[in-house]
């Protein structure tokens, strides 16, 4: 299974997104991007890969503890950022060493289980769209859109471990969690779901 460890946004955060969104999505050519389901909106904190099921129990134990280390953090989603003309994101302003620590913690976890983890470093940001065609669709003038968003501050309590499943042609991938940990606090019996 395709995995990684994430932090989502509460309802709050997102609906406060989701309306600047929906504003952002007027521009033009905006039916060109691949947009993100709003209910799969995270933050990644380290991405597996192709994961075999015989790993998640080891992984599910080390993404506990490492939650467990870490206190929760206080994060502010702000500003809008690209990759290139591939990827268009909220960034961060308020967070980041926090979360970059717990993106340490899940990506150690990853590769203390074997899991072959690349060395980029934390980019804290959220994706919002992708495009179909680089060459056909730019992105700054989404990115320019975004600029001035700042959100409302909100604490992130859990780590979670994702699944992703592809969605069909031309539709973004479907997530769903197949393990959750409080921060701060040692896990209890019941946190991790079922695959």
Not at 28 to 40: E, K, S
Not at 112 to 133: C, D, Y
């Amino acid at each position: 299974m395709r995995l990684f460890a994430a932090v989502q946004p509460p309802p709050p955060a997102v609906a406060e997104l989701a309306g600047v969104v929906s504003e952002v999505r007027r521009l033009p050519d905006a039916d060109r991007l691949r947009w993100a389901d709003q209910q799969g909106w995270h933050l990644t904190m380290a991405f597996y890969g192709e994961v075999d099921e015989v790993v998640l129990p080891e992984l599910s134990a080390r993404l506990g503890r490492a939650a467990a280390r870490h206190q929760p953090p206080t994060v502010r989603l702000a500003g809008g950022g690209r990759f290139g003309d591939r990827a268009l994101w909220v960034g961060m302003s308020e967070g980041r060493p926090e979360l970059e620590r717990l993106a340490a913690s899940a990506t150690a976890a990853g590769r203390r289980v074997g899991i072959p983890m690349e060395g980029r470093p934390f980019h804290g940001h959220l994706t919002l769209a992708r495009t179909r065609n680089t060459a056909a669709t730019r992105l700054r003038p989404f990115a320019d859109a975004l600029a001035s968003f700042q959100g409302t501050s909100w604490v992130v309590t859990s780590l979670l471990l994702m699944r992703s499943d592809p969605g069909e042609v031309g539709q973004p991938p479907r997530y769903s969690p197949v393990g959750q940990w409080p921060l701060g606090r040692e896990p209890g019996p019941g946190v991790t779901v079922e695959p």
